[in-house]
């Protein structure tokens, strides 16, 4: 498989302090690269360089052979790369529904003046976006919230709509930050199940999760970080067998 992703020598400063130190790995097309790492290993910072949130201090970040370190959000987002967030942000006052086809919308080709005028093409554009959003909603599992309020969600439907919100915007790679946090055992096989259904959509994801049940049972490849780098790559298998590993990250019995 072709990388769609590439971190070259990527360096990450705060002053003084290395988050990101040299780092090199690559994201294939259309794989599930699991990215994991103690608290503080640099993995959000890396997330946030990817989407440039943070311009990096050293190396490239390429994506499908473009040079994107450097650019703004909002135009690597318009590339096709997506995220989700550690705290689910939403559109607290909009429903379920309503918070995806703000996202669709984005994409849309419909004038404001044919939105106000409430014009055909507006209206069959609408039904296209509605239509869009019912889809990305069924499929992880939200067929009973769409129309309840974002804010009255729980925590689990909440985590849900973030990822939803996120494939709104047609992307070929989506970043995963700890979708599985504060589920139940239940919700978390759950998630599974979706993050492959995303994979079959033809994207491709990094996900960036501490619970290991989760990142070993969906992950094709893994990637450790640890104090701002990479300590070890491989399969599932090879990773909770490396004794680097063990030592800096899942600890000894």
């Not at 052979?65 to 607290?92: C, M, N, W």
């Not at 869009?132 to 309020?149: D, R």
């Not at 139940?184 to 599974?192: F, I, Q």
């Amino acid at each position: 498989m072709k990388p769609i992703i590439e971190i070259q020598g990527v360096h990450k400063h705060f002053g003084g302090l290395a988050a990101i130190s040299d780092l090199h790995f690559e994201l294939r097309q259309g794989e599930i690269l699991g990215l994991i790492g103690p608290n503080g290993a640099g993995k959000t910072t890396l997330f946030n360089v990817i989407t440039g949130v943070f311009r990096p201090s050293g190396g490239r970040v390429i994506f499908k052979g473009e040079r994107i370190d450097g650019l703004k959000p909002h135009q690597i987002a318009s590339k096709g790369i997506a995220r989700t967030f550690q705290q689910v942000s939403l559109f607290k006052d909009g429903s379920a529904l309503w918070s995806v086809m703000a996202g669709c919308h984005r994409h849309t080709k419909v004038s404001l003046v044919g939105a106000l005028l409430n014009t055909k093409s507006y209206r069959q554009e609408e039904d296209l976006v509605r239509a869009k959003s019912v889809e990305i909603l069924n499929s992880m599992g939200m067929e009973e919230w769409q129309e309840a309020l974002a804010q009255n969600l729980p925590h689990g439907q909440k985590r849900a709509l973030g990822v939803c919100m996120a494939l709104a915007t047609n992307p070929e790679v989506l970043l995963l930050d700890e979708p599985a946090t504060g589920l139940t055992e239940e919700e978390r096989l759950s998630v599974m199940r979706r993050i492959k259904t995303i994979r079959e959509r033809g994207i491709s994801l990094i996900i960036v999760e501490h619970n290991m049940q989760v990142i070993t049972g969906i992950s094709d490849r893994i990637v450790v970080m640890n104090y701002g780098q990479k300590i070890a790559e491989g399969t599932p298998q090879e990773i909770v067998n490396n004794e680097a590993v063990i030592e800096a990250y899942l600890g000894r019995e």
